[in-house]
């Protein structure tokens, strides 16, 4: 599968963005998905997952009733609706396979990126 993240930008912090992931392959239903954020001079975090079948979600604590995922099967397109954000948001964005546990091992699905930069 492969991904492409689009739909960061410059914003305040308050503000919304919405991030989406478009993914190729008629086998996207099948993957559990994830968004992973990186910040400048940091280590990657686990942002979020949504699972396959279920659609259940999971949300790192410092994004929980912040961000929500969802996911469009039949569209191949996996979201994050970022509200309420905050300057330490400011990261770039990928999509990719995998829970918590396995997203930020499996690098060589991550997409580009897309950049999110809230100001103070």
Known sequence: VQLVESGG?????????????????????????????????????WVSTI???TGSTDYADSVKGRFTISRDNAKN???????????EDTAVYHCTIGTAATALTL??????????????
């Not at 930008?9 to 559990?32: I, W």
Request: proline share 5%; charged share 15%.
């Open 9 to 45: 930008g410059l914003v305040q912090a308050g503000g919304s963005l919405r991030l989406s992931c478009a993914a190729s392959g008629r086998t996207f239903s099948s993957y559990d998905m994830s968004w992973v954020r990186q910040a400048p001079g940091k280590g990657p975090e």
């Open 51 to 53: 699972r396959r079948g």
């Open 77 to 87: 397109i996996l979201y994050l609706q970022m509200n309420g954000l905050k300057p």
């Open 107 to 120: 690098t060589e699905y991550w997409g580009q990126g897309t950049q999110v930069t809230v100001s103070s």
